[in-house]
């Protein structure tokens, strides 16, 4: 199998790699759980080198957190507002001339503070699978992200942490007690609704949850959605400005995006859901095409 | 050493325990980290001789974790409002007749449904040691208590998980890489006024805190200030209704007291700070006398 190119995403607890055809078709996928996190810089490579054996070597073009400065190279940040011909890439030192390996870097904002990497792959794919957008793209994930996009460029975004406060509190806190698997709905309508009426409540909120696990015998599955609510309305809450009267796209692992979908269609919102690794691979061919990177 | 009888302070992860005289002197201390969650209920017994192995056995009253379910027996809960005379006391399984071990029941609230266990000890102290006293309590901690409090009775009370959060976001989340050791008193002021005047943004901010730790350098020390002051001030914004306009009590450790002090300061309101331990067995003695728990 003789790939064109070689499209990676390579996150910090995994890594997914593309084989390329010249025509845009995927040829064959691979995955790894060697994720930037629990790697050495000197580890990158044969990690790479072991998902795409048995593929022809080809250029290989990556994103994420493999760009960070714990990664294999500092794929440094470009500032906001910026276009895909304004990120960076940066060439991985590799040990052997049969293949080379570009890392595209992140986009930062220095007020207020933020940062992406990965994201603004994905957003490039927006801009390549539909050059008409202009709005809001929410990512949703560990760490979502709010993006401001116009003709082409990311203008600003912000980032809540909504996915990891609710790993902490759902697998690390008190609130572990009461939280189990299953899901209710109407709990996390309910929280949404909740949250963004008066979001300063959050914190004695949460606490709620298990004293009414205790006192009142909470269902497990409903705690979980009230947690999931409580702190998707918070998140909404502090990105109102964001989303409020716009056209807002969402990009992220289906069963999330259509949490998000629901949060936002009670706020009158209707969100567009798009595929994260369709919009991944849409935004490294377009980053691989405006920055001719070659073997 | 022959006390008059033991009270014990025993919550989640340490375990206190003073031999008081008859005229309410403390002749001994003893301090264990056999928590309630490292506990089996067969094994508190064991811990507790074993603290104050060296006194004559004496009634022993106890506060805390220790009265959960997953305690040593279940102490139950008293629903507000509630005066002390109404805090439940159940008597611990004990091996021989030598002592007696009763156990202080906590505070519950149906709606919002809340819970305390210990803290309701500490308001009793604050009713025996300043009777005079009508307004907020506010016990600092893992979940700080704010406790709406008249005529010698607990009236209402609300739960932030202020320091439970803290401490999984400074030691468990992405935020670790960007908080030290050390402090900054006006990053903190700062933060606790960002966070009042916009408590929504909270889930943003605190990533914030992250990314300027990565393109601006932030100091480790004021990472930690401000992640502690968005927290207190997301805090302070749910409790409003609680302290404004109220005379308020600190009822904590020294340091945690201060930083409360600070928080509350800027916003007008001068707190009195009492110390935990002493209200702890003020509490303790008061709830004795009220019960006639003997031997």
Redesign the interface.
Known sequence: MTPDWIAVDWGTSACRAWAMGADGAVLAEARSDKGMGSLAPEAFEPALREMIAGWTPAPVLACGMVGA?QGWIEAP?APVPCAPDAFETVKAPVSDTDFTVSIVGGV???A????MRGEETQIAGVFAARPDFDGVICLPGT?TKWVQVSAGEIVSF?????G??FA??SK????RHSIGSGWDDSAFAEAVSDALAR??????????V???G???G?DPGAARARVSGL?IG??L????AYWIGQPVALIGETGLNSVYSRALAAQGLIAESLQADEMTRAGLALIRSRKEIHA
Do not use: G, K, N
């Open positions: 400065r940040y930062s904002q220095a207020p503070a933020d940062v760490h912000r980032t809540a942490m909504t990891e406060l902490l509190l690390s806190s008190t609130l979001p300063e409540a959050l914190a004695a909120r949460l606490f709620s298990r004293a009414e205790l006192i009142h909470l702190l918070a998140e809450a502090a990105t109102r």
